[in-house]
């Protein structure tokens, strides 16, 4: 029991994540900032819908099966039945290709009755056809990286999307670039999930060497409601988008929305590696202590990602016009209410993955379809109503009411079995929210309007801003202290510790730990 505890380091799996989100979304940031100078708007919309094509190929062939692997297999590892373990992802990958394998033929027969319906001609069929043989690959691809998440090999994780990242992206660019216009795109998407693929099932050779027949119901059992709320997610995914498309009724407007959403969503890099790194861990620790030991690392994530994404998220709403206009050019510069709209609500988006992910892990995924589904529907009607006098913003105001259902209803449900602390951390949160996204905005509108400085020369400076009084009002108000960067230091190389205790000095006031041992060493003293 030991070795199992010792394999799900949440902290080092995190820094690994973090370093696989920061190399993704290094390169969507490239990715995007190219994408909207290589093809013009109305064919960013197009690449929308191949991505809108290749979501639901893969969500109604995957099963919610990666979900399942790594839910099962943990829990073996945490029982130590590493011979169940490997029977699981055998029994998970055949499921998988009986599967997914219909599915590609279905979807590529079907690809030119869908390329009329949707893009209006029937020459598009290529395009999906391509599409969806780099979902069918990438279908694998994710449940392999299932099976390294469920035995804790976070790095793995991270090799495999070294490569798939940085390839399928820019391989995309570059053949678009050279003539195959949105062709290139799914055709990287391809390329890059073969290499991949072929990666990871060098590195899955010899991790679980025995195994025997695992049933397949009881993944059936588990894995349904969340493939059935994974089809609500989908909806939730894409819903607003073809909802405007087919409301307003132009690409162009569909393809700025689409790089609206995915911009913002940058910022998931504060939430995604905390709580990818926390489901394997969060099941083991069910399955060996129960729900105290869930509701402990539960309080500590929730408290790092309140002071972290709601005052990093109000920044870059305050700033929202200069950063779109220095990214994007003035194509995307009337955007600026919309994506501020989700910068400000991205913590209840975090808030709620946090949720759905330990919801998950006590094996109460029923609750999570409906939570889905009530979520979605507040959304969709949200932006059915107003994208006629909206637009865009519309989209924007339904996605946030989504988060925020999401994250009440998740809660709710929770309560009953683990004590969720949403709020932990939350009144420093505020105070630091306020004491930078203020600041920021005076500047913002002082280099904007009395100096009128170009956005790429407003950028740097901004980000000096937001930094000094990030770090002066967490030193002021003692917002973190010396246990919140230990979990950094277990998750970083021991090469980089001196630069993360001169960090320490910077962010934290010593004086604040000296006094909580002294107070112990007094009370001790008392005591004897």
């Not at 590493?82 to 029977?87: D, E, F, K, L």
């Not at 059935?228 to 569909?254: P, R």
């Not at 029923?366 to 006098?389: N, Q, Y």
Request: proline share 4%; hydrophobic share 50%.
């Amino acid at each position: 029991m030991a070795e199992s505890a010792t394999i799900f380091n949440v902290p080092r799996g995190t820094a690994y994540i973090t370093i696989q989100q920061a190399i993704f979304y290094a390169t969507s940031f490239l990715y995007y900032v190219l994408l909207v100078r290589i093809l013009n708007l109305s064919q960013v919309g197009e690449v929308s819908l191949l991505a809108a094509a290749s979501s639901i190929f893969t969500t109604l062939t995957q099963l919610a099966l990666p979900a399942a692997a790594t839910r099962f297999i943990s829990s073996r590892i945490g029982n130590n039945d590493p011979t169940s373990a490997s029977g699981i992802a055998a029994t998970s990958l055949r499921l998988l290709l009986a599967i997914a394998g219909p599915g590609l033929v279905i979807a590529v027969l079907a690809s030119p009755w869908i390329g009329t319906t949707v893009f209006k001609t029937a020459d598009s069929s290529t395009l999906l056809v391509v599409t969806f043989a780099a979902s069918f690959l990438f279908d694998v691809t994710a449940l392999y990286g299932a099976f390294f998440l469920g035995l804790g090999l976070y790095a793995d994780i991270l090799y495999q999307n070294i490569l798939f990242f940085p390839l399928s992206r820019g391989l995309g660019l570059a053949l678009a670039y050279k003539g195959l216009g949105p062709l290139g795109i799914p055709l990287g998407w391809a390329i890059g999930s073969l290499a991949t693929l072929l990666l990871s099932l060098y590195l899955w050779k010899g991790k679980l060497s025995h195994s025997r027949r695992y049933p397949i119901r009881p993944l059936l059992v588990f894995g349904l409601p969340l493939f059935a709320a994974a089809l609500v997610t989908l909806v939730q995914g894409w819903g607003d988008i073809a909802l405007l498309q087919g409301i307003l009724g132009q690409f162009g407007n569909t393809g700025a929305y689409y790089i609206l959403v995915s911009s913002v969503s940058f910022l998931s890099i504060l939430w995604i590696p905390v709580a990818g790194a926390l489901y394997p861990a969060l099941s083991s620790s069910f399955t060996r202590e129960g729900p105290t030991a869930v509701s402990a690392r539960l309080a500590v994530a929730t408290r790092l990602i309140n002071l972290t994404v709601l005052p990093t998220g109000v920044a870059l709403a305050a700033i929202a016009p200069t950063a779109l206009e220095a990214v994007f050019g003035t194509s995307l510069a009337n955007q600026a209410v919309p994506f501020a709209i989700l910068a400000t609500t991205l913590i209840f988006t975090a808030q709620s993955l946090l949720l759905i992910t330990t919801l998950q892990s006590v094996s109460r995924t029923r609750h999570i379809l409906g939570i889905s589904l009530a979520a979605t529907i507040v959304d969709l009607v949200t932006v059915g109503f107003g994208a006629s006098i909206l637009g865009t913003t519309a989209g924007a105001i339904g996605r946030a009411l989504l988060a925020i259902t999401t994250m009440l209803l998740a809660w709710f449900s929770l309560r009953r079995v683990v004590h969720a602390p949403v709020a932990q951390g939350l009144s420093k949160a505020l105070a630091l929210t306020l004491l930078t996204a203020f600041p920021l905005l005076t500047v913002d509108r002082l280099l904007t309007v009395d100096f009128r400085l170009a956005p790429l020369i407003r950028v740097p400076l901004l980000l000096g801003v937001f930094v000094a009084c990030f770090l002066a009002t967490s030193r002021g108000f003692n917002v973190f202290n010396e246990d919140d960067l230990d979990l950094l230091n277990n998750a970083l190389p021991k090469s980089l510790s001196p630069l993360l205790r001169r960090f320490t000095r910077l962010l934290v006031r010593t004086t604040t730990r000296k006094t909580r041992e002294s107070g112990t060493t007094k009370q001790q003293e008392g005591e004897s």
